[in-house]
């Protein structure tokens, strides 16, 4: 019979629904039971597509024995981390505390309170490598539940006194200047992999943040060692097995510093992210690998990720079935030479096998191969290379697919947003934009109430509980700021300024500018949760002074600019000791130090002049330059007011800094007044 998880909209929770566990999603009435039983929580913290969430699962929480356990003794919750990434932070942060170390699926035992006492991630059904099983775990906090209810006490209270204590100190109240950018350049060099790109050692990420301020480094400065290591790291991971050589899009990171043997689920944000940042590449080099990523991963985005209702799904797991009933990592994706052959025939599969590095001793697990590009020297017939690999995304399409997590999350959807929007003008790719534009429409319909304020997730049309998170107002407002740049229609300025209203009212303390993740009338947890650091995705601080600066840029509004500006104290706390951490921070101080410009561009809209100088003014390199487009007479976006025509023709003014440059019909003038 299905338990309390049967109503929920989180694909992880539905997941569980039929576990003999009495699960309760994350509420009051929760916490009222616990309360009112005199039992502890279980809280268990995870993520549809991730692996070892579904392997504990299946020992676990399938177990009837486990199961009668909990039922008796626990108040057991289940928590989409992607659904309330701010319960998630705040008890991964007790146990990074506690333990050193993190990750999902997350398991914490709260009192009643919600204050947590014991911790862990992954429990084991039996005892392994000194970790205690999971059985052996609920018996001993049980007992200490039952016989040292004191002691569990205090022990709550401190770490919720520690948690109290760890209130973000702001850094310095100044800007990040010259000094700091440079040094944070210096500590990335320090951290660089020359010999396969990316920083640091396995496991690998991709480090799309840090490469998009890198780009900007060297299109304010010329340094040529900044874009160097971008474009290096780019080609090696393009080249890697973390990308997906037949279908597009990246994978979430390589277990290798080679980039070799991916972990296989694919989500949103990655995507969105790298897709804007390989076209961004292509902005500042005309690389063709750019190109061509950017545009797979764009078209991968809309092909495998879309919804019914226009949004973007959350992610593609790791795990399918690998024919034969069992549920195995990277089933999907992964050859042999065997199979190449069955395929494609003898002649074709060796041609496929070295250009793929597909190998008999296998690059993965079982004698398979994850798909490279391991070539870079050597001519290929390219007609011969485009059938292979046709045939094979073919075949591939037959095998049982990874499952999808469907929920529609604001901020990521946000990400696709900006990165559609610009893949598409950049190379000339309407039905792209009309995809950003889809899941715009999606966000303000469903997830926009009548107040702009933001729900977190929806899925299949239906809207969740959950309210908005800073980096969804941020990412959002990321998203419909690059739409009106793309497209000139005023409205998505609009909306974006109802968003960033909300960051200066619900999520900036009023004395220091400190930005807090949750809003202030937000459901009170034990701390309310704050982190500048930017990990998988920008965090909701770096993001929100990014989407403040440019709409200051587009509209003149002085108290988002001045938010934007006290909110990149951190990065100058934190840019030179951490940039691995903080990319998101360190490329909007780019856009900071350089203005950024404002591109207003004049004329018929339909004039083939206009449009050229638009598209010259979206191919600027110089970072985080806005750009409006109208008709002389509009009042689409305020950048345009009282812009005229010279001479009669399509017009382009450049300003920055309260300074504009004379203005121009001469687009070769306008490329070279943007750095490009």
Known sequence: MPNRLAHETSPYLLQHADNPVDWWPWSAEAFEEARKSGKPVLLSVGYSS??????????SFEDQETADFLNAHFVSVKVDREERPDVDAVYMEAVQAATGQGGWPMTVFLTPDAEPFYFGTYFPPAPRQGSPS???????????????RDEVAEVAEKIVRDLAGREIAFGDTEVPGEEDLAGALLGLTRDYDAGHGGFGGAPKFPPSMAIEFLLRHHARTGSEGALQMAADTCERMARGGIYDQLGGGFARYSVDREWVVPHFEKMLYDNALLCRVYAHLWRSTGSDLARRVALETADFMVRELRTNEGGFASALDADSDDGSGRHVEGAYYV??????????????????????????????????????????????????????????????????????????????????????????????????????????????????????????????????????????????????????????????????????????????????????????????????????????????????????????????????????????????????????????????????????????????????????????????????????????????????????????????????????????????????????
């Open 335 to 676: 050859w042999t030479p065997a199979q190449l052959v069955e395929v494609l025939g003898e002649q074709d599969a060796e041609l496929a096998a070295d250009y793929f590095g597909v190998t008999e001793e296998g690059t993965f697990e079982e004698g398979a191969s994850v798909l490279q590009l391991p070539q870079s020297e050597g001519v290929f017939d390219a007609e011969r290379i485009a059938s292979i690999r046709a045939r094979l995304l073919e075949a591939r399409g037959e095998r049982p697919a990874p499952g999808r997590d469907d929920k529609v999350v604001a901020a990521w959807n946000g990400l696709a947003v900006a990165a559609l929007a610009e893949t598409g003008a950049y190379f000339d790719r309407p039905d792209l934009i009309e995809a950003a534009l889809g899941a715009a429409d999606l966000l303000v319909r469903l997830h926009l109430d009548e107040h702009a304020r933001l729900a977190r997730t929806s899925k299949d049309g239906r809207v969740g509980a959950n309210a908005g998170v800073l980096e969804d107002y941020a990412d959002v407002s990321e998203g419909f700021l690059a739409l009106a740049s793309v497209t000139g229609e005023g409205v998505w300025l609009e909306f974006a300024g109802f968003l960033l209203d909300h960051v200066l009212v619900q999520f900036t303390d009023e004395e220091s500018g400190t930005l807090y993740d949750t809003a202030a009338d937000a459901e009170k947890l034990i701390r309310r949760p704050q982190d500048p650091t930017d990990n998988a995705t920008p965090s909701g601080w770096s993001a929100a002074a990014g989407a403040l600066l440019s709409y200051a840029a587009q509209t003149g509004a002085e108290p988002h600019r001045a938010a934007a500006e006290r909110a990149l104290g951190v990065v100058k706390a934190l840019g030179p000791r951490a940039p691995r951490f903080i990319g998101w921070g360190l490329a909007t101080a780019e856009a900071l130090l350089d203005g950024p410009r404002e591109v207003a561009v004049v004329g018929p809209v339909d004039d083939p002049a206009t449009k050229e100088l638009h598209r010259a003014a979206l191919l600027a390199t110089a970072p985080g330059a806005v750009v409006a487009v109208g008709a002389p007479d509009s009042d689409e976006l305020p950048l345009l007011a009282e812009r005229l025509l010279v001479s009669g023709e399509p017009t382009a003014y450049v300003c920055r800094n309260f300074t504009c440059d004379a203005p121009t019909t001469d687009v070769d003038r306008l490329r070279e007044a943007l750095g490009r």
């Open 134 to 148: 999971f059985r052996q775990v609920l018996e001993g906090v049980h007992s200490a539940w039952t016989d040292r």
């Open 50 to 59: 991730c692996h070892w969430c579904h392997v504990m699962a299946h020992e």
